[in-house]
């Protein structure tokens, strides 16, 4: 109880500081609390989908069928990708826009169980967390929704409904079909193992197949009549190997042999290697990509086989925006953290028998940490947003502390209780700070002078997905 009242003092003092008062928003709260469990069993249904990437039929339909109950109007398939959404509430300014994914990882199959046993052998997995990232903002948007409606306030509250966030580069598309034009301001939020608002940027990432072809001859009856196009892979592979001596440390770069051929005694007439390759600039990644090229058309050269650059996924670092993690930071504080129930306890306790390396304390569930700068190791279409509208984001500790993302641990507690307590955490959070910047116009201002400083005034937002319809098929190997 104490907690709950500092908690709201905390508030009130904190709103007071930034900007006006944004009235009662206990209400915001208690609704999102009432709804909790509602909430919960969306969020668990789109665990169990565990659809990938631009595969979220049902789940996008499920976070449509909720914005659309509530009053909004949705637009359904757009930017070409029959999974994209905007659900639109109220008119004139501010536009506060909001994001919600809902993509799972491939192989990523987990029971929510401390030890590790997939439902579905290979099948896919909700790893990253998303099933509670587009639920979590579904949740804050039909709250602000609400509290819009009973204090009659003006404004448009956009929600985004974002596919293929790993690796499908849905949001790029979005933007290129001028959805994010009239938005003044995004908030969102990811799973994670803390509680703590972003400033930190992420790192750029271009990703592509590479598909070499040749000709098809008997390996050991008629080998100089064929042309290998696995050579063409590895040709390519064994250059950009060489390459890594004389690029910056600090980037990375990955790949994967997609198709190498079917057998040994058959010379492969095509294969597929899939590339990524990531720096924390852009504008360096992208000299970094010719030279990657290169190496594809010098392989085909020199193998006599022919290459094609599909180029599937390209994303931005993420430009943060230092008022707005400020503004959402002292929300986060208001609402708090959460505790575990003894059950809880003992499954994170579990979990973390699992994990390596020094752990944070398992406890700081129910901690706020100062938000950080930097720049982590992980790769975001929200970085081509934050290049757009000024952005903010925070993670919310949906996973056991210690848990990376993308593992079977993260799909373990995000398919059960801390999930959904870390998920509500994050709601509270972005309706509240979307409150915020609906009432306050100094904090749009401020958010975007700051953005406009840190683009420059040069800058011009480029794209190498700029004439390519989305990939919508990324997920499928030949
Ligand atoms: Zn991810
Ligand atoms: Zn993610």
Not at 149 to 174: D, H, I, Q
């Amino acid at each position: 109880m104490m907690r709950i009242l500092f908690a709201l003092t905390l508030m009130v003092v904190l709103s007071g500081a930034l900007g006006a008062q944004v009235g009662d928003t206990r209400s915001v709260l208690a609704s999102i609390d009432a709804r909790a469990e509602a909430y919960t069993d969306i969020a668990m249904k789109i665990w169990s989908f565990a659809e990938v990437g631009y595969q979220e039929t049902r789940s996008s339909a499920l976070l449509q069928e909720q914005l659309a109950d509530a009053g909004f109007t949705v637009s359904a398939g757009v930017a070409e990708i029959p999974t994209a959404f905007v659900a639109t509430w109220g008119s004139g300014q501010p536009v506060i826009g909001i994001v919600g994914e809902f993509d799972a990882l491939p192989g990523l199959s987990q029971a929510a169980s401390p030890e590790r046993k997939p439902i579905v052998e290979n099948g896919p997995g909700h790893g990253c967390g998303h099933h509670l990232f587009g639920t979590a903002s579904t949740a804050a948007a039909i709250a602000v929704k609400d509290w819009m409606a009973a204090n009659k306030r003006g404004g448009t509250l956009k929600f985004f409904g974002t596919p293929a966030e790993e690796g499908g580069s849905g949001k790029v598309y979005m933007i290129r079909a001028g959805l994010f034009d009239d938005v003044d301001a995004v908030v969102a939020w990811h799973a994670g193992d803390r509680n703590a608002v972003s400033a930190s940027s992420t790192l750029a990432n271009i990703t592509a197949k590479v598909r070499f072809r040749g000709v098809s001859a008997h390996a050991s009856s008629a080998p100089h009549r064929g042309r290998s196009a696995l050579d063409g892979v590895e040709a390519m592979n064994a250059m950009v190997n060489l390459m890594r001596e004389h690029i910056p440390s600090d980037a990375r770069i990955h790949y994967v042999i997609t198709n190498g051929g079917q057998a040994p005694n058959v010379v492969p007439d095509f294969a597929e290697v899939y590339y990524y390759a990531r720096h924390h600039d852009m504008r360096v990644l992208d000299g970094l990509w010719e030279r990657i090229t290169n190496a594809a058309h010098g392989a085909a050269l020199g193998t006599d086989t022919k290459v094609e650059i599909d180029i599937t996924g390209s994303v931005w670092n993420v430009l943060p925006n230092e008022h707005l993690a400020r503004v959402m930071h002292s929300h986060l504080e208001a609402v708090g953290g959460f505790e575990y129930t003894p059950a809880e306890r003992g499954f994170a306790e579990s979990i973390r028998t699992t994990l390596d390396g020094t752990l944070p304390a398992i406890d700081t569930t129910n901690q706020i940490m100062a938000p950080q700068g930097g720049v982590g190791s992980a790769s975001t279409d929200m970085g081509d947003v934050s290049w757009r509208v000024p952005t903010v984001q925070m993670t919310a500790a949906t996973w056991v502390p210690g848990t990376p993302a993308h593992s079977w641990q993260a799909v373990a507690a995000g398919g059960m209780s801390i999930g959904a307590k870390g998920m509500i955490v994050a709601a509270k959070t972005m309706a509240l700070t979307v409150i915020d910047l609906m009432s306050n116009p100094t904090h749009i201002q401020r958010a975007r002078a700051e953005f406009d400083k840190s683009r420059g005034s040069d800058f011009k937002y480029s794209t190498r997905l700029a004439d390519r319809k989305p990939a919508l098929d990324y997920r499928k190997n030949p």
